[in-house]
C-alpha cells in the first residue's frame, strides 16, 4: 500500500474516531446512532486491508456504543475484539472497560484480572471520572506497591 493510502486511511481513522467520541458525548440515541454507523462503515472500509492500526480504538468505542443501550454481552464481544487487534492488549483504556463491564456482570474474576491491568498500565488517573467502586474494588484485591496506590506510576512505555 502506497504512503498516500496510509495517510487516508490513517486520517479516516482518527475522523471516525473524534466523530464517534463526539456520538458517546452526546449519550443520545442520535449521538448513539453517529457513533455505530462511523465505526461500523470504517471497519467495513479497513475490512481484507493492512489497515489494522486503530482497530483497537474502533472497537473499543463500539463497545461503548453497547454499553451505553446497556447491552454488556455485545459490548464485551466488542470489547474483546479491541484486545485482540493490534495495539489492544495492554492499553489500559481497554482493559478498564472490560474490567468494569465484568464487574457489572458480578464476575469478580474477570473483572479483577482486567482493572489489574487497567491499573498497573495507566495508573490511578485511569480511574479519574469512573466510579469509585471500580477503584476501590481492584486496590483491595491487590497488595499495594510500597509507595501505595496513590502515588503509583506505571512504567513508562
Known sequence: MSDSKKDKAKELAIKTIEDAEYGLRL???????LAYNALILTLQTFEGTENKDHNS???MLLGDVYTQIGDVDT???AYGNAVNSPNGLGDPDIHLRIGK???EKNDETQSLD???RALIMGGKK????EDA?????VT???DPPPEGWDAYEPPAA
Not at 27 to 33: F, I, L, Q, S, Y
Not at 133 to 137: A, D, Q, S
Open 57 to 59: 480504538r474502533i472497537f
Open 133 to 137: 467502586k471500580y477503584f476501590k474494588f
Open 140 to 142: 483491595t484485591a491487590l
Open 75 to 77: 459490548a464485551l464481544k
Open 126 to 129: 485511569i480511574f479519574e471520572g
Open 27 to 33: 449519550n443520545t440515541d442520535e449521538g448513539r446512532k
Open 114 to 116: 482486567n482493572l489489574s
Open 101 to 103: 463491564s465484568f464487574f
